[in-house]
């Protein structure tokens, strides 16, 4: 492991499994340091490989994907002030939890839940808008 300044040493990709047998993958994205974009830290070379936060300087189209935010280790003493810090300074909903206790792991799975029904639904209203077109030849 490189000596970047990074907070996941192993990223992970996982799968929710629902009860109606709907499948999420979810991928463990480690938090990138200010001004990656500038390539400072990981910088670009990284943010290609996991495109997150700092990506309206790579990509701003993916801003426009579903995302939750979860803040690992609440459980490590000192983590409950710098959550109140995090929260204060972004623009959406950070779900604090504690993956080694799992903690707080069922709100932020429901959350997920939502907004993969939500992308479906917005998904079958853009393809019952779309015309369809068919040529004799």
Avoid: C, W
């Avoid at 910088?43 to 700092?54: K, Q």
């Avoid at 935010?69 to 710098?82: C, F, M, Q, R, T």
């Amino acid at each position: 492991v490189a000596g970047y300044p990074f907070t996941t040493l192993r990223p992970h990709i996982g799968v929710i499994q629902f009860e109606d047998y709907v499948q999420l993958r979810v991928a463990d994205i480690p938090g990138l340091i200010e001004e990656a974009h500038k390539n400072r830290g990981l910088g670009h070379g990284f943010l290609r490989h996991v495109e997150r936060e700092e990506l309206r300087h790579y990509n701003p189209n993916l801003l426009e994907r579903p995302f939750a935010v979860a803040a690992n280790k609440i459980d490590l003493p000192g983590a409950h002030s710098l959550l109140e810090s995090f929260t204060s300074k972004v623009p959406f909903q950070v779900f604090p939890i504690s993956a080694l206790n799992a903690e707080n792991i069922a709100p932020l799975i429901s959350y997920l839940r939502k907004m993969y029904d939500a992308n479906q639904e917005k998904l079958r209203k853009k393809s019952e808008d779309d015309p369809i077109v068919i040529e004799n030849v």
